[in-house]
Every structure is written in structure tokens, then in C-alpha cells.
């Protein structure tokens, strides 16, 4: 199984195409979710040098693929497992779900906002 924070871009390319016939044909399954993102606690890199683990505390999310930083942004948590495994949700440990009726939300109140802001 394997997860996945995409920018919206991104998120959304990858929902255009989400399996391949030879995925579909070895049984994996994908899920999207929207997420308003906020790091969750202890977000960070541990890396092990001669033994020693250091922790390094990493002030943003960045997406998966492009490397833009999402932190605060709507952005599209990616799961995917194969059929028979569970695969718990984990997506509202980096922010608020959003079901796609609110994205359309946002969407429209940013439009209204821009659109006034060119009138004045
Ligand atoms: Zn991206």
C-alpha cells in the first residue's frame, strides 16, 4: 500500500488516470480524498548516520510529485493497497477532509473574490 499528499494539480492530473489496466488486473485500488493541509505534529525526516538517528523537523508539506509546498492549500490524499488488504484512513492527520461539494464551495468564493477585486 502506498500514500501519497499531491498538490490540487497534481491530485486532480492523477484522478484523470488513476490505474492502469495491468494495476486494475492485479487487483490494487486507489482512493482520493480532498484535505485542507496542515503539518501534522512531528512531520519531519529521521535519518540514521553511522547509527545515530537525527531528527529534522520540517516546517511544510510539499507535494509528492512536484515539490510545490501545500501547507494550508486544498490538496488530494492518494491511497492505494490491493484488494483483501485494509487500509486505514489516515488522510485527517494532515488536515480537515473535504468533501467535493466543499472544494466547489471554495472554488466559487475564490472566483467572487477575484472577480471583485478586478471591478475595483
Ligand atoms: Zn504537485
Given amino acids: 500500500m502506498t500514500r501519497q499528499i499531491l498538490c490540487r494539480s497534481c491530485g486532480e492530473?492523477?484522478?484523470?488516470k488513476p490505474l492502469d489496466s495491468e494495476d486494475l488486473d492485479r487487483g490494487w485500488k486507489i482512493r482520493f480524498v480532498y484535505?485542507?493541509?496542515q503539518?501534522?505534529?512531528g512531520?519531519?525526516?529521521t535519518m540514521v548516520t553511522a547509527g545515530n538517528r537525527r531528527f529534522s523537523p520540517m516546517a511544510d508539506l510539499v507535494c509528492d510529485y512536484?515539490?510545490?509546498v501545500i501547507t494550508g492549500q486544498i490538496v488530494v490524499a492518494v491511497s492505494m493497497w490491493r484488494e483483501g488488504e485494509t487500509f486505514?484512513?489516515?488522510e485527517h492527520q494532515y488536515g480537515n477532509e473535504l468533501p467535493p461539494g466543499a472544494v466547489a464551495?471554495?472554488?466559487?468564493?475564490?472566483?467572487?473574490?477575484?472577480?471583485?477585486?478586478q471591478k475595483s
Fill in 88 to 90: 486505514p484512513n489516515w
Fill in 43 to 45: 512531520h519531519g525526516i
Fill in 66 to 68: 512536484c515539490g510545490a
Fill in 39 to 41: 503539518v501534522p505534529k
Fill in 13 to 16: 492530473a492523477r484522478m484523470k
Fill in 105 to 117: 464551495m471554495a472554488d466559487a468564493l475564490t472566483k467572487d473574490e477575484s472577480s471583485t477585486k
Fill in 35 to 37: 484535505v485542507a493541509a
